[in-house]
């Protein structure tokens, strides 16, 4: 870890209301894996996003916003922001994803295969969809137009909109935590 934790009684006042904004929406919104140390401490991309909230603070507006009330279903974003995680190689993204998913309904090994970075056969139809234009954003190059298509028949264009919008904020995630070299929480399972 490259930047050491932040400790709520050293916050700058510009660091203080997006703290307590990120709280509050961490504990509200990302349950099933760990965020917060027993101490207060933001951890995984939040740690480094406190730390320069000139950056930080329009990444967590994005946050919020892909956040709260999406309109995909939840199985349709996790496998997007899994094929994400897993091409980046974000060991937090994927501790946290992988838990995500598994309280999602997602079987372990569907999870599995996708982390593996292969495409797994049993996708139902949406997933595929998610599967196919996460993994064509992630390797580069302009979407494919079947891809494309097929993801505004299935979501139409605002559920397209948010699906690219979300593959674009977890390629940030994991860049984030890949550049601070953001490990899993100590005592998670394969730490």
Not at 118 to 134: F, K, N, S
Request: glycine fraction near 8%; include cysteine; hydrophobic fraction near 40%.
């Amino acid at each position: 870890m490259r930047l050491p934790l932040l400790s709520p009684s050293e916050l700058s006042p510009e660091q203080r209301p997006l703290y307590d904004d990120m709280r509050k929406g961490i504990e509200t919104n990302f349950k099933g894996f760990t965020a917060i140390s027993s101490s207060g401490q933001l951890e995984g991309p939040w740690n480094p996003w406190l730390r320069f909230p000139k950056f930080g603070k329009p990444v967590w507006e994005l946050v919020k916003a892909l956040s709260t009330s999406p309109s995909l279903p939840r199985s349709v974003r996790e496998v997007a922001i899994l094929v994400t995680g897993a091409h980046f190689k974000a060991a937090y993204e994927i501790y946290a994803h992988v838990l995500i998913a598994e309280l999602r309904g997602i079987p372990d090994e569907k999870i599995a295969t996708i982390t593996a970075g292969q495409r797994p056969t049993d996708l139902t139809r949406e997933e595929a969809i998610a599967y196919d234009m996460a993994s064509a954003l992630v390797s580069g190059g302009v979407l494919p137009g079947l891809i494309y298509q097929q993801s505004v028949a299935q979501f139409g264009l605002d559920g397209t909109a948010e699906l690219i919008s979300l593959v674009g904020l977890y390629c940030m995630v994991s860049v984030t935590l890949n550049g601070y070299d953001v490990p899993i929480p100590e005592g998670s399972p394969g730490k």
